[in-house]
Each structure stands twice: as C-alpha cells, then as structure tokens.
C-alpha cells in the first residue's frame, strides 16, 4: 500500500507544469481511495479507485515515454493493492466459516500440556532450590563455628602478643648492639693490624732520635763533670782570697790550678758544644713526641664524632707513621690547599689515609711517587692520592671495596683495609672513586663534607658500636 503514494509522486514529477496541474488531484484522490480500500475491512470502492486510473492514463496520453512508465507504475501498484486486499478478504471469510468449538478444545487441550510441563519443570526447580538453601546454610553453620574458634584463638593469641612482641624486641636489640660492637671491633682491629705491620718501622722511626738523644746525654753529662771540676777549683781559688789568713802562695797555687784546667778545657768552646747537643737532643724527642701523638691518635677509639679537623694535619700524620716503609724508595709529594677544619672522627680519617698511603706503597715495586693534592670544595674538601704503582685491572678495581677481599698471598692482608676505608667515608657523608690503569698507577679521589648529618643512621650507629667498645 506504501507503493502507490510513492508511484505518484513519481509519476507527479516526470510531467510538466501544465500536465502537473491536472493531475494532482487526481493523484491526491487515488492515494485517499488506495488507503481507504487497504484500511476497511470490506472496501467497497474498487471502481472508484479503478475509474481514476484510467482517468489518470487519459490526462496522460500522448506524453513521453517515461511518463507513461510512471503511470503504469503507478496503476501496477494499485492493482497489486486491490490484489492482496481481496485475497485476505477471502481468506478471513474462509475462516471465519469453520467452526471453532473444536479447534478450541485442541488449542486449550495443547495448553493445559504445555501448563503441566511448565509446573513440573518448576517444582523440580523448587525441590533443588530448598536442597541447595540447605546446603548452605549448612556450610555456613560450619563456617560460623570455625570463625567463633578463630575469634578464640586470635583472643588467646592477643593476650601473649604483646608479650611475645617485648621478649622479640630485646632479643633484635641484643643482636644489634653485639652487630655494631663487632663492627666497631673489626674496624679497630683492622687499624690495630695496620699499625702492627709497621711496628718495626715505627720502632725505628723512634729509636733514631732515641739513640742520639742518649749519646748526647752522655757526652753532656761527661762534660758537666769537667765544668764542675772547674767550677770546684775556681770557688776554691775564691775562698782563699777571702780568707784572712790564707798565706799567698796557696793563693796563687789555686788560682794557677783554677786556670790550667779552664785552659784545658776552653770552657767557651765546650758550652757552644753543649747547646748544641741539647739542641739536637730537643729535636729528636721532639720528632718522638710527634710520632707517638700521631700513634696515639690513630689507635685510640672515638668516643665522639664532632671534633674540628684539619685534613692536612691528619695527612701528615699518617706520612710520620709508616715513614720509615715510605723513605729511601717512595718519594711522596704533597700539594696542600688552604683548608677549612671539617666536623668528623679523626682517628678514623687518619686510619682512611694511613691504608691508602700504605696501600699505594706496596702497589709500587722499586722506587716510585705518592702525589697527595688537597683543595677546598663549595659543600667540603677533596682529597686525591695517585701512585706510579702497577695499577689494577678492571675486575680488580670492581671488587676492592669488598671484605676480605684481596689480591695480596696469604698472610700478607685481610682484605679488610679498602672495605674499612669505603664504610669510613660513607659514614661520613663522602664518596670515594677510583680510577686505575695497569701498569700505570691508580688514584682514589675523596670527597668529604663540611659537616656531619646529624640524622646520618650510618653514624649513629657507629658512634654506638665504638661507645660499647670502649664501655
């Protein structure tokens, strides 16, 4: 039926105006007939719609061809309209003729099956639906039981918590305070080991002066008895001069002996002599002193981390302790900066200088230098030490700072002096780099900050572990 209205304007749109004016009412009539006749039940204005057809094909006879194949569209679509209208009209008739009582009873009787199977169907749901409600409240009945003895045990468990939780607590405590005191042990006896492999260099770094110090006090004490010799005879010549009674013979006897022995002994000469013996004297327990404060400040455990320390001094220190493993062999050349004091443990650095100094002179076989250059930094100071030695590999220079490793024979290192030196330098605040070639030599740049961080876990838990060493 929604063929026509379409045909029509087509064909509407194929004509020209004055053709277009006659048959638009016409167009307009059909289309209200076709859907008049499609919409009643018994339409009854066929003729109608058939005379306006071929009014249509008159108004449109002797125009070009696709004019009249629009008008036969047009009448081919209302035929087919007033085609299917007659057939369903004659099939509802056809229907409507039967009778229905027993077609009824088939339709109620294939139901009230269809019904049955349904509630079969349904009941069956129902049986398994109550079976799977039991089974659960089933499971949950067994769950509630295993969370009321869970509640139990968590409540036992809750009242020896915080006991068991004390007692755990102590015992991590008690391994950390033996951890720090073992650390602060090894790092000791490492320095201990170091100083004890140049006890006999130091033995006769002392022993030097010690020496002439002893020879100069046995020729000084050789000479004041010759100066109280005359001394003696000088006061004796006095006396004699003041006493009344002395005859003047005797007089002039003690004053000739007075005056053969200030001959024989050029007093003048001999007191220039003995200044100078003193003086050497001065020197040699002055250069004692100084390598036993250098000894002394290098062993001893620290006790505090915030003593002001000037680098240079702790560089020179450590040159005094291992001098004697250092002269006739390495030359060591120093390149101080003016440098401000630092906020550290000196014992500590001077153990950190004291293992690299000893370590580039045993990486130099023969004679060599040791260049030491200090400068100052914007956060620090920097300090650098490069030898001529045999230098390392770089599978060598990956792993130096590893404990107990080391590439010396056995019995000749711990592996522990470059470990020690790496955890020093962290603990402070710095870093440590080191560059190497085979062959050629190696450097270790240091880098070391002004002040401590007072919130630094790594020196906290030094200064602990050196506190229970010494405790």
């Not at 003729?47 to 036969?72: F, M, N």
């Not at 290098?298 to 002001?308: I, M, P, Q, T």
């Amino acid at each position: 039926m929604d063929a026509v209205p379409v045909a029509a304007d087509a064909l509407l749109a194929e004509v020209d105006a004055t053709t277009a004016e006659t048959l638009a009412p016409l167009l307009a009539q059909i289309r209200t007939e076709v859907t008049t006749f499609g919409v009643v039940q018994t339409p009854l204005n066929e003729a109608s719609i058939r005379q306006l057809l071929d009014d249509i094909a008159a108004a449109v006879d002797g125009q070009p061809e696709p004019v009249l194949a629009a008008a036969q569209r047009l009448r081919t679509a209302a035929s087919n309209v007033i085609a299917d209208k007659k057939e369903l009209v004659e099939r509802v008739s056809e229907f409507l003729s039967k009778p229905t009582a027993e077609l009824l009873q088939a339709t109620e009787a294939s139901y009230m099956a269809w019904h049955g199977t349904q509630v079969a169907v349904a009941n069956q749901y129902r049986q398994w639906l109550v079976a799977y409600a039991a089974i659960l409240l089933l499971i949950l009945a067994l769950v509630g039981i295993r969370l009321v003895r869970s509640f139990r045990e968590l409540d036992e468990a809750n009242d020896h918590l915080e006991e068991q939780v004390e007692e755990r607590t102590h015992d991590l405590s008690d391994a950390l305070k033996e951890l720090k005191a073992s650390q602060a042990q090894l790092i000791q006896s490492e320095k201990m080991a170091s100083l004890g492999q140049m006890v006999a260099g130091v033995a006769h770094e002392i022993n030097t002066p010690l020496g002439y110090a002893r020879s100069n006090a046995e020729i000084v004490r050789t000479s004041l008895g010759d100066l109280r010799a005359l001394v003696d005879a000088q006061s004796r010549a006095l006396d004699l001069m003041t006493h009344e009674e002395t005859d003047v013979e005797q007089v002039a006897d003690a004053l000739a002996t007075a005056q053969g022995i200030g001959e024989s002994l050029n007093a003048t000469e001999l007191t220039g002599e003995l200044d100078a013996l003193l003086g050497d004297t001065e020197h040699g327990l002055k250069q004692i002193a100084e390598l036993v404060g250098s000894l002394k400040d290098f062993s001893r455990v620290d006790r505090s981390r915030s003593d002001l320390f000037d680098v240079n001094d702790g560089i020179d220190a450590s040159l005094k302790i291992c001098q004697n493993q250092l002269k006739h062999r390495v030359e060591v050349v120093r390149t101080y900066g003016k440098l401000p004091q630092i906020e550290c443990s000196p014992s500590q650095l001077n153990q950190v200088f004291l293992n690299l100094i000893n370590n580039a002179a045993q990486a130099i076989d023969g004679e060599g230098k040791i260049h030491i250059h200090t400068t100052p930094t914007p956060s620090g100071v920097s300090i650098r030490f490069l030898d001529n030695g045999c230098g390392m590999s770089e599978e060598v220079r990956a792993r130096i700072f590893e404990p107990f490793f080391t590439t010396k024979p056995v019995g000749k290192g711990t592996g522990l002096g470059l470990s020690i030196v790496y955890r020093i330098i962290e603990d402070h605040g710095g870093t440590i780099e080191v560059r190497s070639t085979p062959g050629k030599g190696s450097e270790f740049n240091i880098e070391l900050p002004l002040k401590q961080h007072s919130n630094n876990p790594a020196r906290e838990s030094t200064r602990d572990a050196t506190q229970a060493v010494t405790a």
